[in-house]
């Protein structure tokens, strides 16, 4: 009787097994679910052993628009972060591309395990950042200023803007004071095609990267609650000062 209970309870556990192993693959809204699915990522992909450049050109990434310093810079953040256990989420990797005009799609959400690009989409920059182009970047409260650097994401909440993602900035004195800014990502009706049509850039935030309206949902669902956000722009000031490139 006692072997017969034994052999019993192994195919419970092991069925058990089986059917949480689907709905971790499938993601959930957990901080540990998403933790073990990122571990999974590691053990499946080995991100740590690709460089920079290989990933670039196997995911043909300079055919989708994101420049070749973007990323190499992006993955050398990444790298470190995901070293140093920083990341809740390593399957997903956001860059901002503010080398490009806001009149092009200038933000790229990678999903590293499948390898491609899921979203590419116009992002508004701050206001008093520049007009067409960004050129001018603050950590500072009430500039109405882009930060640029590394960030992760948050919680996502419903605000005054709608669906929105919650920011931290992880960069000392670049944009660590990202939260307290209120700096979010969030849906804006000027981040459009139409805008562009009608002035020939897009409207500006008060220094959130806005998205369009009508894919904000998608897009904060896809990387909220601890995937990397990166900024970009060829500043050397900013490489002067950031510890993460």
């Given at each position: 009787?006692k072997?017969?209970?034994?052999?019993?309870?192994?195919?419970?556990v092991?069925?058990?097994?089986?059917?949480?192993?689907?709905?971790?693959?499938?993601?959930?809204s957990?901080?540990?679910?998403?933790?073990?699915?990122?571990?999974?990522?590691k053990?499946?992909?080995?991100t740590?052993?690709?460089t920079?450049?290989?990933?670039?050109?196997s995911?043909?990434?300079?055919?989708?628009?994101?420049?070749s310093?973007a990323?190499q810079k992006?993955w050398?953040?990444?790298?470190?972060l995901?070293?140093n256990?920083?990341?809740p989420?390593?399957?997903?990797?956001?860059?901002?591309?503010?080398?490009?005009?806001?009149?092009?799609?200038?933000?790229?959400?990678i999903?590293?395990?499948?390898?491609?690009?899921?979203?590419?989409?116009?992002?508004?920059?701050?206001k008093?950042?520049?007009?067409?182009?960004?050129?001018?970047?603050?950590n500072q409260p009430e500039?109405?200023?882009?930060?640029l650097?590394f960030?992760?994401?948050?919680?996502?909440?419903?605000?005054?803007?709608?669906?929105?993602l919650?920011?931290?900035?992880?960069?000392k004195?670049?944009n660590?004071k990202?939260?307290?800014?209120?700096?979010?990502m969030?849906?804006?009706?000027?981040?459009s095609e139409?805008?562009i049509?009608q002035?020939?850039?897009?409207g500006?935030?008060?220094g959130?990267?806005?998205?369009?309206a009508s894919?904000?949902?998608?897009i904060i669902?896809?990387?909220?609650?601890?995937?990397?956000?990166?900024i970009?722009?060829?500043?050397s000031?900013?490489?002067?000062q950031?510890q993460?490139?």
């Amino acid at each position: 009787m006692k072997l017969k209970a034994f052999k019993q309870i192994r195919i419970i556990v092991v069925g058990l097994m089986f059917v949480q192993i689907p709905i971790l693959i499938a993601g959930t809204s957990s901080l540990s679910s998403i933790k073990e699915y990122s571990a999974l990522l590691k053990n499946s992909c080995n991100t740590t052993t690709h460089t920079a450049s290989e990933i670039y050109e196997s995911m043909q990434l300079a055919a989708e628009g994101l420049s070749s310093d973007a990323f190499q810079k992006a993955w050398q953040g990444y790298q470190q972060l995901s070293h140093n256990g920083e990341l809740p989420r390593e399957d997903i990797i956001t860059i901002a591309d503010f080398s490009k005009p806001s009149s092009e799609k200038r933000l790229f959400i990678i999903d590293l395990l499948h390898k491609k690009v899921v979203f590419k989409s116009l992002v508004a920059h701050g206001k008093n950042s520049g007009q067409l182009y960004a050129n001018s970047f603050s950590n500072q409260p009430e500039t109405n200023k882009s930060s640029l650097g590394f960030f992760l994401t948050l919680n996502s909440y419903n605000g005054e803007n709608g669906f929105s993602l919650r920011l931290k900035g992880l960069e000392k004195n670049i944009n660590d004071k990202a939260y307290e800014r209120a700096i979010v990502m969030h849906g804006a009706p000027y981040v459009s095609e139409n805008k562009i049509r009608q002035q020939g850039f897009l409207g500006r935030s008060l220094g959130c990267p806005a998205v369009p309206a009508s894919s904000a949902k998608n897009i904060i669902k896809t990387i909220k609650n601890g995937s990397l956000i990166f900024i970009y722009h060829p500043s050397s000031q900013y490489v002067k000062q950031s510890q993460l490139i």
